[in-house]
């Protein structure tokens, strides 16, 4: 991998930009969320992005390195290679001219000068260790400090703690308790780390510190497992109560956005923290500092990091994240990719449910999102069996619980009627929308003479005469536009993803039998309704969720909860007979 990526930073350096790029993708709305791919390879190339159904996989383009490990897992079809065909160098956002930005003044301090930098392995905290220990040795400051390594992105926590003296004497390398000038925190999650009283390195103070975050949710590899989970805004306002002054923003998205990577973070921060008028330390001396610590290409990305963490500071709302589109401009795009005799009755039916709704607009933008994918995936009366469920559920539903069942019966409704065939597959691998992610994902003009070359990952499986053919195919897309076109299959074969149509048949059963007459009764159906959450991923990972969350909805509107864990190796035998 490293002889790789010397040979492509060579081209790279050589033409300006590589006409020829590998990279693996994950198409989200094909994925399941069932974090096979997560528990089978550990792999730090994988991270999790939230999207309109909710968390889902992605691959980090700043970590990924392509070696296609996690395409090997025969688990879900939401893998794929891409190929990336340049036709000359992408437009980039323009960087900040260095002579535009008012250079402040160093912070002074009486004697010592004390920062602790926290991230995770190999997000560069040495880096910035030595940029620090090196300009300020060029202040004629003595300097102590301590590095606690750690390995590879995720699986550790590295941090550093330094101290600046303006004499010569003998100091300790470990911060005192509460006692740090400035928190750098490459890593939100490690940083507040140095906030937590219980733990004996507790550095910072609402006294002493300021604090420089990136807020970016690098996932650790449990949370990655879906075993444990935090939240970047509640730690966030941690940071806020808990120390001097506090600067977040999630610079790993801006460094990947306009640099091209993520590993520019580190420096990205100092340039924030020299900005405020938090380091004892002059623009020239951490320039040069900069120049000595890389090799000359790389101080050059690096120095244009650090002016980019300037302005950064200076300007922080022209680095806000995408804006998201609103339920009004959803439901137009939506209907125009539909086009021709589907539209209307796209806009007819969705109005129908709009104008009877009275409660929050997430559930009016994923209503209209989840419509059309119905519509997609059928015809306008699969959708419209949708839409008449949804609008039973919120007839019978109430105000006072902020219609919570009819929440949930249009996210669950839609999530068990979208069953991912292999023709609806082949629409998501090859769908407008998708298309129009990638090439803003990867920064491809496809209208300058850009491309990119798809092979997408498929298990196809079919049922014939009671005979189970699977097969492992490398597809392109012209096979699956072609595929995506058999929707006769599904009447033709109906002993193809049987048991996933009898989980549809009873759930739509179950949303017909909602009625309740005291808010915990109420309370269970919500419950009841709710169970396809963990429904996730395909085939023999799908099936024993199924019948669990069957057992699950029972037991909750009989207000009864399991005497013992749910063993998919002894399932119940709703779905078995069939």
């Known amino acids: 991998h490293r002889r790789k990526r010397r040979e492509l930073s060579r081209e790279k350096a050589k033409k300006g930009y590589l006409p020829k790029q590998k990279r693996i993708n994950v198409n989200d709305h094909t994925c399941e969320y069932c974090l096979e791919c997560t528990r089978l390879t550990g792999c730090p190339g994988l991270a999790i992005e939230e999207t309109a159904y909710g968390p889902k996989m992605s691959t980090d383009l700043s970590y990924c390195v392509s070696d296609m490990a996690c395409t090997r897992i025969k688990a879900c079809p939401a893998f794929e290679e891409l190929t990336i065909v340049r036709s000359h160098k992408p437009a980039v956002p ?52 301590c590095d606690k390594k750690g390995i590879a992105i995720r699986n550790g926590g590295v941090f550093s703690q330094l101290t600046f003296s303006k004499k010569k004497k003998v100091v300790a390398p470990l911060l005192p308790q509460g006692k740090a000038d400035l928190l750098l925190g490459l890593d939100i999650l490690e940083a507040a780390r140095g906030l937590d009283p219980k733990l004996s390195f507790r550095v910072g103070s609402k006294e002493h510190t300021y604090s420089v975050v990136n807020t970016h949710k690098t996932h650790t590899i449990l949370a990655l497992l879906g075993k444990d989970d935090f939240s970047p805004a509640q730690l966030s306002e941690l940071f806020k109560k808990y120390t001097k002054d506090y600067f977040g923003a999630d610079m790993s998205k801006i460094a990947e956005d306009i640099l091209g990577n993520k590993v520019f973070v580190n420096i990205l921060l100092l340039g924030v923290a020299f900005q405020r008028g938090l380091l004892p330390l002059g623009l020239n001396a951490i320039l040069d500092a900069i120049r000595e610590n890389f090799n000359p290409s790389a101080a050059k990305h690096n120095i244009d990091a650090f002016h980019l963490g300037r302005e950064l500071a200076l300007h922080p709302d022209k680095y806000h994240a995408d804006v998201r589109l609103g339920c009004q401009e959803t439901l137009m795009k939506k209907a125009s990719l539909l086009g021709g005799r589907r539209a209307p009755d796209y806009l007819e039916m969705a109005e129908l449910f709009l104008s009877a709704w009275e409660g929050d607009e997430e559930t009016r933008l994923q209503f209209v999102n989840r419509l059309y994918d119905l519509f997609e995936f059928e015809n306008a009366s699969y959708a419209r069996k949708y839409l008449d469920r949804v609008m039973a559920t919120l007839k019978k539903d109430t105000k006072a619980a902020d219609f919570a069942a009819t929440q949930a019966v249009v996210k669950y409704l839609h999530k068990v009627m979208e069953i991912k065939d292999e023709i609806y597959v082949a629409h998501l691998l090859t769908s407008p929308e998708k298309y129009e992610k990638d090439a803003r994902r990867y920064k491809v003009d496809l209208a300058g003479g850009d491309r990119i070359v798809y092979r997408h990952f498929n298990r196809p499986e079919f049922d014939i005469l009671g ?112």
Do not use: C
Request: aromatic content about 12%; charged content about 25%.
């Open 94 to 145: 323009s960087l900040p001219n260095p002579a535009s930005l008012p250079v402040p003044e160093p912070l002074s301090f009486e004697e010592d000068w004390r920062a602790y930098v926290a991230g995770v392995g190999g997000m560069g905290i040495g880096s910035t260790t030595a940029v620090l220990v090196r300009a300020a040795m060029k202040e004629g400051y003595h300097v102590t400090f």
């Open 467 to 578: 005979l189970k053919i699977m097969f492992d195919l490398k597809s392109q897309d012209w096979m699956l536009n072609a595929m995506k076109h058999l929707k006769f299959l599904r009447r033709l074969l109906p002993g193809w993803h049987v048991k996933e149509k009898a989980f549809r048949e009873w759930y739509g059963r179950l949303v017909d039998r909602f009625e309740y007459t005291s808010p915990e009764q109420y309370a269970r159906w919500v419950e009841a309704l709710s169970v396809p959450e963990e429904v996730r991923g395909y085939r023999k990972i799908r099936y024993p969720k199924m019948e669990a969350a069957m057992e699950q909805a029972e037991k909750a509107l009989a207000g009864k909860t399991a005497s013992k864990p749910f063993n998919p190796s002894n399932p119940p035998k709703q779905l078995s007979k069939v």
